[in-house]
């Protein structure tokens, strides 16, 4: 068991623009040392896939539910999803830096979406066909199965040069980088943005005056 670090002041900010990036990003300051962790419990993940829209409410009800009757099993998910969740972060991160991902993560990524492929069906609705887990499915790894099949298509979708990671020196967030140009540098305009900004001014300023 890994120690958990403090819950944080804020709620969870889905600013990564794909389900696995939004996963990577639950955790503050960096992966070494965490400032704070938004999972802190099974129930945290199955509340992080509802609010992400990965997981209808009454599913993640059910999960909840599963976990309370078995505990041990519901921590045993945690720990892996926490390890998908480094891991995930990790060959995103090392990609964004033109760097190769480790073989340990893809793995630890490929084996999780080939679990939830696996289990998973062809079905129509108004996007088209796509793959879906049946909604009676109440495994518990379900929704770490939807968040590594999300980071399996960004990988094989070959867009690796959409993939940033922020430029602040105190935060690690992945994001995809939708803008026309890929000139986003920032995983939030209005947090890292504008505190590099402000810092800039200061400088600025301190300088002015010397
Ligand atoms: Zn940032």
Redesign the pocket.
């Known amino acids: 068991m890994r120690d958990i670090p403090p819950a944080p002041d804020h709620d969870i900010e889905l600013s990564g623009g794909a389900l696995a990036l939004d996963f990577a990003n639950t955790v503050g300051g960096t992966h070494v040392r965490p400032t704070h962790d938004h999972l802190r419990s099974y129930g945290d993940i199955a509340s992080f896939a509802v609010l992400a829209g990965a997981l209808p409410p009454g599913v993640a009800k059910r999960l909840a539910e599963r976990a309370e009757r078995d505990p041990r099993r519901a921590a045993a998910v945690y720990e892996l999803g926490i390890a998908l969740r480094e891991s995930i972060w990790a060959v995103f991160s090392a990609l964004a830096s033109g760097d190769s991902p480790r073989d340990a993560d893809l793995a630890l990524i490929g084996d999780a979406a080939a679990d939830g492929a696996a289990r998973s069906r062809l079905v129509y609705d108004k996007d088209g066909v796509g793959w879906s887990l049946p909604p009676e499915s109440d495994d518990l790894e379900r929704p770490l199965w939807d968040i590594a099949r999300s980071a399996a298509d960004l990988l094989t979708s070959g867009d690796h040069d959409r993939i940033k990671e922020?430029a602040?020196t105190t935060?690690e967030?992945v994001f995809l980088d939708r803008s026309r140009n890929r000139s986003r540098r920032?995983?939030?305009m209005s947090?890292?943005g504008n505190r590099a900004k402000a810092r800039r001014f200061h400088a600025k300023k301190q300088t002015a005056r010397v």
């Open positions: 922020c602040s935060c967030w920032w995983c939030d947090d890292c």
